[in-house]
């Protein structure tokens, strides 16, 4: 039996994909690596083919036609075998202590029947140009060590979030959530992180720096010229988000995980705003009143708890190429305190 599902997504990654799954490898045969080339023009099937003749019992690889993130991601969940199913992108890596430590700590709950529906782990910003980095921790929020449920959740403060990176979720779990990602689509990663959480009714928190997060490559999607470009498929990502639970249905979650929720899509809907008003177009000022109008369409009640909190609201009331300033300079503000660039 395998114990964790190892995905990554491979788009042209021949130049870092060995780092990244050289790292994997260490789990040994407790771990199965779903290489998922998405289409590559490079020597990345080449590359994952070697990895598979090498390593038969753990490597498997999956070739298809182009489809983005989301679509490696859903390959990975359709075929995996591991009773956890983890994203590790082709860029990024895992810490070797780290992994190890997960994958005795899942044996332990394995042997005594107390297997949680998702661990939580901590994630780092490695930020290769200078060699510095910054660690997210979630200390704060869920008890170290301890398995719990969302009842005992404290409250996340600002940016703080449950990102992908940080999330080691039940392959069921993922399964019965009905989770399939869009394709051709950057930032799904969001909804990942968003949707499954009310079906994982059991916690556990781990104090360790799991995920190793590149920051440096001019392509990646947090670079915040890629974000603003990209802003149409922001707002087809928080559509889909607001789309999937209503405000009354959040209201039934569990008081910490109603509360993060909520948190998470202002978040989001902060993040999405800024694609969008950073700079200034008649095309991006319609696409911004549609996207306010589908959640209110949808979901008027969510639309008013969204529309309305403090620094939302802030933002909206704000003429437009003042709001983009806002914005902006808020993001970079954040990027430097947490080290992104």
Known sequence: MKIITFA???YNSEHYMKKCVDSLLKGGEDTEIIIVNDGSKDDTLAIAREYEKRYPSVVRVVDKENGGHGSGVNAGLKLARGLYYKVVDSDDWADTHALKTLLGIIR????TGTLPDLYIVNYVYEHVADNTSHVNRYGKQFPAGKRTDWKKIKTFRFAHMLLMHSL????????RSGLV???HTFYVDDIFSYVPLPYAKSLFYLDVDFYRYFIGRADQSVNLSNMVARYEQMVRVMEAMTDRWTYPQIKQQPRGLRRYMIHALANYMMTTQLFVCAEDSPE?????????AHIKEKDVALYRKLRYRTYVLSATLLPWKLRGFYLVHGYKLLCRKMKLG
Not at 108 to 111: A, D
Not at 168 to 175: A, H, N
């Open 8 to 10: 990554v997504p491979c």
């Open 108 to 111: 332990t709950h394995l042997s």
């Open 168 to 175: 080691v979720f039940k392959t069921d779990v993922l399964r």
């Open 181 to 183: 990602l869009p394709e």
């Open 284 to 292: 991006r000022r319609a696409a911004y009143r549609a996207m306010w």
